[in-house]
Every structure is written in structure tokens, then in C-alpha cells.
């Protein structure tokens, strides 16, 4: 879908930003802490933890922050953080997904909350926006990897779902339970992937001016600067002008 097309463009060019990468690499390590935590440190044993370390290794985190995100877990140290998912609607009713690791639920839904509020959205009941995404295992591949027929192929014998092919990359789709195997499947056949994921798939999008772009930005912006927050969804679409400008 273009408009998660156009997301993911705009998260590759925040990464680039040094204190945006920073913060990155520290929720990336809090995602492999939880994983190894709730299952085997062996990410060849996990596969949760399999996924966290390949999302990890294709941001560029280096290989001594991995092992310590993974033996911070065995140590017996790591803080116990939940998993809470929040849901609203950001500026010109765009659907928005927060997904969140804390250990104080309070401090982040307070915090949540009130971000939505101060960049003109609302935040929802969970459920309330939900409905408007499926939620999909993600494998994305340089666009030199191979042209559309190749990979379709692949993904096809892989067992994903669908692909997309544009100048940009390749990125296949999976259903959510199936990701682990299907992307060794892919590797086989098209090797190391850049991007390996579980992400929220839009199923409709919000047509979106560069006004609507500029202030559902500033509520990205402002949600992903908090600790507890992992990551961010929307459901917006744009015309190729207005991506230009931004």
C-alpha cells in the first residue's frame, strides 16, 4: 500500500538523523532484552528474539550493544516492562497505532494521552482504530536484489502472501505467525533481507495535504520521543508533491 510505502520512507530518513538513531538503537535493545526475557537467550530458539536481533542488525546497532541487550536479560536485571498498545486518531482523523513497552503503565498512558492532545488527535479506546489494520509479517529487500518476477517467485515458494516491487525495494507480506519461517525461506532463495518485521498494514488510508503531513509529523515526532514508546503506525496517504516538500 503506498501510503505504508511512503511511512517507511520517512522513518529511513528520520534514521539517518544522529539523536533519532540514538534513541533508536535504545528501543531496539529493549525489544531484544524483552524477547530473550520471555523466551531462550539463543535467538536461533526464539523466534521473536530471531526477528528483534535482525531488525537490530539492519538499523546499524552494533553487535556489542546486541549481546548486552541479550545478556542484560539472563542476568536477571532487566526491568519488567508490559506491552500495551494504544490507539487514536492524529490531525485529519488519520488512524494512529502506538505500540509501547513500560513499567509504569500510568506514567506512559498519561503521556500518551496527552501528546495526543497537545498535536490535535485523540486518543482512542483500544480497538477504535485497529479495525482499519491487519497485522502482517514484514520482509523488505533492496530494489538490486532481484527485478519484480524474481521476488515474486520467491515470495510465492516462501509462502508469503503478496509483494511489492518500486524503485524504492521489494517488501513482502506475510501473515503475522508466519514471518520466522518465511523469511528463512527468502533468505535461502534471495539472501540476507534488509528489514525483517511484525508491522501494521493499513487495509484504508486518510488522503492527507502537506498541512495534514506537517502536523501528523509533529505528533510522530512527538509520540516516538518518549522512552516507553516503540513504535508508530498511521494510516495516512499522500501524493508524491506533498512527500517531496516534506
Known sequence: ??????WANIQHRKGRQDAVR?????????EITVAAKMGDPDPEKN???????????SNSVPKDVI????????????????????????PGGVAVIVEAMTDNR??????VRSTFSKHGGNLGETGSVGFMFDRKGEVSYS???????????????AGAEDAESSEDGHVIWCADTDLNDVST??????????????????????????EGMQKLMKLVDALEDD?????????????DEVMDQL
Open 106 to 111: 500510568n506514567r506512559t498512558a498519561s503521556t
Open 1 to 6: 500500500m503506498a501510503g505504508h510505502s511512503k
Open 67 to 90: 549481546d548486552r541487550a541479550i545478556k542484560k536479560a539472563t542476568g536477571g536485571d532487566a526491568e519488567d516492562y508490559e506491552e500495551i498498545r494504544y490507539e487514536g486518531y492524529g
Open 185 to 210: 525461506a527468502l533468505e535461502a532463495a534471495l539472501g540476507e533481507s534488509e528489514n525483517t518485521k511484525l508491522v501494521w498494514r493499513p487495509t484504508v488510508t486518510t488522503e492527507l495535504d502537506l
Open 143 to 157: 530494489a538490486d536484489i532481484g527485478d519484480a518476477d524474481t521476488v515474486m517467485m520467491a515470495a510465492i515458494e
Open 47 to 57: 523466534p521473536r528474539l530471531r526477528m528483534s536481533v535482525k531488525e537490530a542488525k
Open 227 to 239: 522512552d516507553d514508546v516503540q513504535r508508530v503506525t498511521a494510516n495516512f496517504e499522500a501524493s
Open 22 to 30: 540514538s534513541k533508536l538503537f535504545s528501543k531496539l535493545a529493549k
